[in-house]
């Protein structure tokens, strides 16, 4: 068989994905916060590249987020509690968005609020701008004294903060959830009820270092949010319940360092995934992971990298 | 302009016990470094250590397109890259930071280090008198360790020419103390550093001294400092210090991207 897996040569694998009205030109995504707004590693590689990019939490009015140290090092993980520091909705259309537009990639905002009134306003104002492919509805992060996680933690809360949002916004939907619940796909059921187009796992498990020399906790907020390939098996799991029980894409997020790892959530059922931790480690794993999908589709002979989605065997 | 690549180890050198450093054949971040620079290196392909460690730009040869970093043994990242061998090829990002600002004219500068402070002020030096063209002579470095046997690079400064003053905890080695004292002393003899571009590196503790100090007193003094950094790039978010910058509201920085520079007088150290 002739292969072709050189960067920018023709192929014979479809790798886009489509989800609802949105099409991926590939299934592999920057995840939120681990980004930034795009332009730190545009010096690194074509960002052109990517499926997509999900920008760092966008809230109401700027952020200066949470006292230092707000990150340490785990086994094979890390912890953060960055306490969603962002620029402010304003000044991110003003700034931040004209940048982003200059790619040809998705570009997916994460919203994020204190209060469900808060992610109306920053969804109203995000209408107006242009080239916004999605959002990403964060009502996952466990790094805020209110909101965030909190409306991610019960089936009705987030049915209630996802409808809200879906009755402003023409806007396709991703929602973003936490595993730090008792029960995800009853919460993955309530955002497909309300409207959601896509459902994105998973964010940050609450996690936790001491430095048992001093007896004092690693991270100035005591707890923040585990991430890195540490906690892929939870993810995994996780996409794995929820898209079975759910018929939105699910876009998996957790770990995800390789090409492997990748494949592994697509059969699980996930549609899309989110390069996160890793970004630190390898800003270039995305593109790495991209090349890597097309190598093993074309070795496999696989048309399409939709179906490998949800094709695991038990 | 960023670089992510392979460089090459071409030199490892052990110092001390615990003291190492490697020389990097990197032309792409010689030719973009300036002092106060520093590097993000993946020690190794595993997930553990998973992230990145940064380390200054300790020596920043042009002629030979090559830097070397200059630490110590501290943790399971640093013990890793102490038995690397030269050939080996290394996962390096950068240059990294906004490096020192040199204050032009015929000012005689002031470079205090503390213990492995002592990398990012050596690069500074070399950067001082063979690239500014400053006499050694006019210019004072302190220098403070625990112990007589903890300096290194003393060889350095005699073959630069430039004067150093020794402080050491037991008092083994010049001035009995810390070099903080060694330098609110020489503060206060007024010819020394009143208008004179000081340059700062130590521990937490010394920085944070080292920044009250130069409030007190209003002194320009730079501080380059140190934290975990995730990502180097400024992305994260999660290496910040509080400061003060405008005298208004406290405002967070990221020390990878913001700095690791800053001026001491705008930085809030707990």
Redesign the interface.
């Given at each position: 068989m002739v292969r072709y897996s050189m960067p920018g040569r023709w192929s014979l694998t479809d790798l886009s994905v489509r989800v609802g009205k949105t099409t991926f030109k590939n299934p592999v995504l920057v995840a939120s916060?681990?980004?930034?707004y795009g332009e730190?590693?545009s010096?690194?590689f074509d960002l052109n590249q990517l499926g997509g990019i999900v920008t760092?939490s966008i809230t109401l009015n700027p952020r200066?987020?949470n006292?230092?140290?707000?990150?340490?090092?785990t086994?094979?993980?890390?912890l953060?509690s960055?306490g969603l520091?962002n620029v402010g909705v304003d000044r991110f259309i003003q700034e931040k968005i004209p940048f982003l537009n200059k790619f040809n990639t998705n570009i997916i905002i994460n919203v994020a609020g204190s209060t469900p009134e808060e992610y109306l306003r920053v969804v109203e104002k995000l209408n107006h701008a242009q080239g916004i492919d999605m959002l990403e509805i964060n009502i996952s992060c466990p790094n805020v004294k209110e909101g965030g996680m909190a409306f991610g933690s019960d089936p009705e809360s987030a049915h209630r903060c996802t409808s809200s949002i879906r009755k402003v916004t023409n806007y396709p939907l991703m929602v973003k959830l936490t595993p730090n619940v008792k029960d995800i796909v009853e919460i993955a059921q309530a955002v497909e009820d309300s409207g959601a187009d896509c459902i994105s796992l998973i964010n940050t498990l609450v996690g936790m270092a001491i430095d048992f020399r001093i007896k004092k906790p690693l991270l100035k907020t005591v707890t923040g949010g585990l991430s890195?390939?540490?906690i892929k098996p939870v993810a995994l799991a996780m996409v794995w319940k929820v898209s079975q029980k759910v018929k939105i894409p699910v876009v998996g997020i957790g770990g995800i360092?390789n090409t492997q790892d990748a494949l592994e959530f697509l059969l699980a059922g996930a549609s899309l995934i989110q390069v996160g931790?890793s970004?630190?480690?390898?800003?270039?794993t995305s593109v790495r992971i991209i090349e890597g999908l097309k190598d093993y589709c074309e070795k496999n002979e696989i048309k399409r990298v939709m179906e490998i989605v949800g094709k695991l065997e038990n | 302009m960023v670089f992510q690549k392979k460089f090459e180890l071409i030199s490892s050198q052990k110092l001390s016990e615990k003291i190492f450093r490697l020389g990097f054949f990197a032309p792409e971040i010689v030719k973009n470094a300036c002092p106060g620079n520093f590097v993000h290196i993946r020690v190794g392909d595993k997930s553990s250590p998973l992230l990145r460690r940064a380390f200054s730009i300790f020596d920043l040869d042009l002629k030979k397109d090559c830097f070397d970093i200059l630490f110590k043994v501290v943790g399971p990242g640093t013990e890793i890259l102490s038995r690397k061998s030269t050939g080996e090829n290394l996962d390096l990002l950068g240059p990294l930071g906004n490096g020192f600002e040199i204050p032009k004219g015929d000012r005689s500068p002031v470079l205090v280090a503390g213990g492995m402070g002592i990398a990012p002020l050596m690069s500074l030096a070399f950067y001082l008198v063979k690239n500014q063209k400053i006499k050694p002579e006019k210019i004072s470095f302190l220098y403070g360790e625990r112990i007589k046997g903890g300096f290194v690079c003393l060889e350095d400064l005699k073959e630069l020419g430039i004067k150093t003053l020794l402080a050491t905890e037991d008092g083994s080695e010049g001035f009995e103390g810390m070099v903080t004292e060694l330098f609110l002393r020489k503060v206060k003899e007024t010819s020394f550093v009143k208008d004179s571009p000081i340059f700062s590196c130590g521990p937490h503790p010394m920085m944070k001294t080292m920044s009250e100090l130069s409030k007190k007193h209003n002194l320009f003094c730079q501080l380059s400092l140190e934290s975990h950094m995730p990502c180097g790039l400024g992305a994260c978010w999660g290496c910040v210090v509080k400061t003060n910058r405008d005298g208004g509201e406290p405002d967070y920085k990221r020390i990878c991207k913001d700095g690791p520079i800053f001026d001491a007088r705008e930085v809030e150290l707990d």
């Open positions: 916060g681990t980004f930034g730190e590693y010096e690194l760092k200066e987020g006292p230092p140290p707000r990150t340490c090092e086994p094979s993980g890390m953060n960055i520091a890195g390939p540490a360092t931790t970004n630190f480690v390898d800003p270039q | -």
